[in-house]
């Protein structure tokens, strides 16, 4: 698998989160491959339209993969580094390599994921970076709900 | 909050995960309270109901309780240990507290979140305990899929 292959798989994520900011949602999506190429299944945040909290990207398209017997060979891709709930859904099923398209606006668990001994690449999509900030700078209230931030206006 | 009230809200959740195992399902079952003492939703695995391997009893109760500003005075409780995925949901929104019903059959993520802040309180509770061995030993194949284990039959 090389940097272009990846960087394909991420169109499939970004697609899906334009989509989610077409929705009027938060533009974050991702797609679950596997190794061999072939889409098991994409997905974006749907907290606003559906107004289901549990729906990230990642959620998403792991569910829409439906059940696998193992994901050691599978690779998720997703637009923005994974939180914590992502990272931790990762780490239980043993999804081999997470590609994101960005890390900048949020760092997520990358870290922790690596020394699981998950392989980890981040394109730095300039697209994905981009999207999210300007999403961000527009819609903090939201964006913070997303992530479990509390504001404390001053 | 005393612990006779952490055994009442665990009741839901075992009902959630009785439910589960009358419907051939996964018998995990999970509440999301507020310290109030009012409960916020309710529900259980449904890989198998439903085809969908992201709901967990914890991600299917934060789910049933819809969009909150804050988690912080929130209780999760559930009738085992909280995997990764689930202890990462915990940890990304700043859910306060975490009951479970018991940590002999699966350990999880407790120990992770203690050192995170979480407040965790075990209840071992024997029905509990009964009821995920007896199910484990007659099904592990699902077990290990729940959990994202390989089995390599030898």
């Known amino acids: 698998m090389d940097i272009d292959q990846y960087r394909a798989m991420l169109d499939t994520a970004l697609e899906e989160a334009r989509t989610g900011l077409a929705e009027g949602g938060i533009p974050i999506g991702a797609a679950l491959y596997h190794a061999d190429g072939s889409v098991l299944g994409s997905g974006r945040n749907r907290r606003v339209q559906e107004g289901d909290p549990s729906i990230h990207g990642e959620t998403d398209a792991f569910r829409k993969a439906g059940r696998q017997a193992s994901y050691r060979d599978t690779i998720m891709v ?3 580094a ?39 690449i981040d394109l730095a999509d300039e697209r994905c970076i981009d999207m999210m900030r300007d999403w961000i700078a527009a819609n903090p209230a939201l964006w913070n709900e997303d992530i479990g931030e509390e504001c404390h206006p001053g």
């Open 78 to 80: 997703t637009t923005l």
């Open 82 to 120: 994974p939180c914590w709930y992502c990272s931790g859904l990762v780490r239980q099923f043993g999804i081999g390599t997470v590609v994101v398209g960005e890390s900048v606006n949020f760092a997520g668990g990358l870290d922790w994921l690596r020394e699981a001994g998950v392989r980890v």
